[in-house]
């Protein structure tokens, strides 16, 4: 990082201007600043001078650190004075990374799973460099050591210290010779990028049944080449069979929705103004798949489709990558209009007992959350994911997406995702009646009611597509043929379909579908009482001995997500809703209520007779743990604790840069 032009925050003489930064300036207790930008704040500053020292006070009189937090205790303050008295000693990664590495009961894991990614053969490389593209953002951990993290990297060598060669996606050329190897991951936790992925002796007796042992399109003389066609995985690994990706991705669904959910692309408003705030996810089953099984379709939609990676900062292929991939989506939907009905067994079951049958998914306005089972209310919208689209979007925003690249490799990242979003709620129409579903589609995406439009976006709507346009014209519904074997008792067809799912298709294991009296309370609550709550919140209740973590999420409703800007005209607040969800349901806290030891009616009460904005500021004042309480930081880790999910392994500190300030 030195070389790179970076600098140790302690200064190169170990000056004083971090012990300054942490004990001598005031805080946000001095009320002497009102805001504290951490989050989107991108101006560094270039030495720990004296002088930068001087700037950085008068940009910020309450700016001593922890920023917009309460202070350290004094012997916080003291062990690090400490530590930059003894010289800042501290194991260095490499000696932390060989503690692991050569820890007993790791090793043979570590040597088997190597030795699996490592193997000569042809198509144990192009399975092995398959494999690699779709874990290299995972946070693997063996089945008996679920708190040891490692990623999967390609090394410069073999044996001992890992030497990482780093590339700009994981389908550069990494060069000719390398090494898979498993790198300890040895830095703090933290919520917000921890992708936990599993290995088990099941998943690598899977992996060579359906990858190795299965029959391939035909048998590779050579290996795979690193080219222009390396961001297009449909044309790359052809010749694997495609049941085996697609079971991948199916077996392992909430994995996969997280690298882009939590991974660098979904970070801002307007990288998460594409999806809706709340929806369920559903999946294929592969008998019914296109691109499983038909050659011809697979062949086309490989053609059709072209990647953000690969068209960079190009402006010109804009509009023919986007009508290239609505293309392929049209090729799929003709294919499978002229197959049997979509019936209930067309989706995928996970033989009722896999946990990634069904996803939801919540936006935060500036982040999400990825959750197995179904969550929450029924939502609005719901999808409906295949091996077309799924593969699409992980070479979109996790394989293939830029954090560096131009914005207009940004903009054609967040174009695909458009298409994938209504592709995904387009096949999840295919099953309802014909006569409904493009009735419920501009129901999903209606246009905004113009007295609602501020002036700006009028005018911009004048000189392009509004929702209605869009939906109607560029990204026409392409399912009307298709029929539907799928039965139904009322006319309230998509949540008797939900109902139906939830009750009988799926165990109740895989739908995860909780209630109790609090939560009931809560979800009733009308929308004049949420609209104006912050988007994710952390109640702490039961007793201080004995803590109990829920998160509050409000969803917020819109007349449409259809556009890249203006997404306070397009609010449809009437229609806004909270869920209540056990366990850590977001990585990042916008608020926390500390409810231990007290009364839980009180606060449901003073919740629902919220009215106006005015009332919901006293509400979180009375019960919001105010940045400037003392007792935060322990309150926050105990939050931090208690985000341990058993079942994904997810957990880590919460993020605390979107903090209100009240």
């Known amino acids: 990082w030195r070389e790179k032009g970076f600098f140790p925050v302690i200064g190169k003489d170990r000056n004083n201007s971090f012990i300054k930064l942490i004990s001598d300036l005031p805080g946000i207790e001095s009320g002497k600043q009102e805001v504290y930008d951490s989050e989107y704040s991108r101006v560094c500053v270039d030495s720990t001078s004296e002088s930068n020292l001087d700037v ?28 930059l008295a003894s010289g800042v000693k501290g194991p260095a990664t490499i000696t932390k990374e060989e503690k692991v590495l050569n820890h007993k009961k790791l090793k043979p894991h570590i040597k088997k799973w190597e030795s699996f990614y490592n193997k000569k053969g042809i198509k144990d490389q192009i399975v092995a460099r398959y494999l690699y593209e779709h874990l290299f953002l995972a946070h693997i951990y063996f089945e008996d050591f679920p708190l040891v993290n490692f990623r999967l990297v390609r090394s410069k060598t073999k044996y001992g210290p890992i030497q990482e060669i780093g590339t700009s996606f994981p389908f550069s050329d990494p060069g000719k010779t390398f090494t898979y190897r498993l790198r300890p991951v040895t830095n703090t936790i933290v919520h917000k990028v921890h992708i936990p992925f599993k290995l088990s002796n099941k998943k690598l007796k899977r992996w060579k049944k359906s990858f190795l042992e299965s029959k391939w399109e035909k048998e590779p003389k050579k290996l795979l080449t690193y080219d222009e066609q390396s961001s297009n995985p449909f044309k790359t690994f052809k010749d694997i069979p495609k049941k085996a990706r697609y079971e991948l991705f199916l077996n392992n669904s909430a994995y996969f929705i997280m690298t882009f959910i939590k991974g660098p692309v979904c970070r801002g408003q307007t990288a998460l103004n594409v999806i809706n705030d709340h929806f369920w996810v559903f999946f294929l089953d592969p008998k019914h798949d296109a691109l499983v099984n038909s050659k011809e379709v697979y062949e086309r939609v490989s053609k059709q489709v072209k990647f953000p990676a690969f068209l960079n900062g190009d ?57 197995h089972g179904l969550k929450g209310q029924k939502p609005k919208t719901v999808w409906v994911l295949d091996y077309h689209v799924f593969e699409s979007i992980y070479y979109n925003l996790s394989a293939g997406y830029n954090v560096f690249g131009p914005l207009l490799h940004q903009l054609n990242s967040r174009l695909y995702m458009e298409i994938s979003r209504v592709a995904s709620e387009d096949l999840f129409l295919s099953f309802l009646p014909k006569n409904v579903r493009r009735d ?30 869009k939906f109607t014209e560029k990204l026409p519904y392409q399912g009307d043929k298709i029929k539907t074997s799928v039965t139904f008792k009322t006319d309230e067809y998509k949540n008797e379909l939900l109902e139906t799912l939830t009750s009988d298709y799926f165990s109740s294991s895989q739908t995860k579908m909780t209630s109790n009296n609090i939560k009931r309370e809560i979800e009733n609550i009308s929308s004049l009482s949420v609209k104006h709550l912050p988007d994710a919140m952390f109640i702490l209740t039961g007793t201080k001995a004995s803590p109990i973590l829920y998160t509050l999420i409000h969803n917020k409703d819109h007349y449409n997500v259809a556009m890249l800007l203006f997404e306070d005209d397009r609010r449809n607040r009437k229609n806004d809703s909270i869920d209540l969800l056990k366990g850590a349901a977001a990585s990042y806290a916008n608020l926390i209520f500390d409810l231990r030891d007290k009364n839980l009616n009180t606060f449901i009460s003073d919740l629902d007779a ?37 079942l994904t392994t997810e957990r880590g500190h919460i993020d605390l840069n979107r903090y209100i300030n009240f």
Do not use: C
Request: aromatic content about 14%; cysteine-free; hydrophobic content about 30%.
């Open 56 to 83: 950085y006070k008068e940009a910020n009189p309450a700016g001593r650190m922890p920023y917009g937090l309460p202070a350290l205790k004094d012997s916080e303050i003291e062990k690090i004075k400490k530590w």
């Open 610 to 646: 919220i009215k106006n904005k005015k009332d919901s500021d006293q509400f979180i004042k009375k019960f919001g743990l105010s940045r400037k309480d003392q007792s935060f930081w322990e309150v926050y880790k105990e939050i931090s604790k208690l985000t341990y999910n058993p």
């Open 315 to 371: 402006f010109n292929p804009l509009a023919d990558f986007r009508e290239s991939y609505w293309d392929s989506v049209k090729t799929k939907f003709n294919y499978i209009q002229s197959k049997e009905n979509l019936g209930i067994n067309s989706l995928w079951q996970g033989n009722k007992d896999n946990p990634n049958a069904n996803i939801t998914v919540y936006r935060h306005f500036d982040s999400a959350t990825v959750l």
């Open 440 to 469: 419920l589609r501009m129901k999903w995406n209606r246009p905004v009611p113009n007295q609602k439009e501020s002036f700006t976006k009028a005018s911009l709507d004048f000189f392009t597509a509004d929702a209605r346009e």
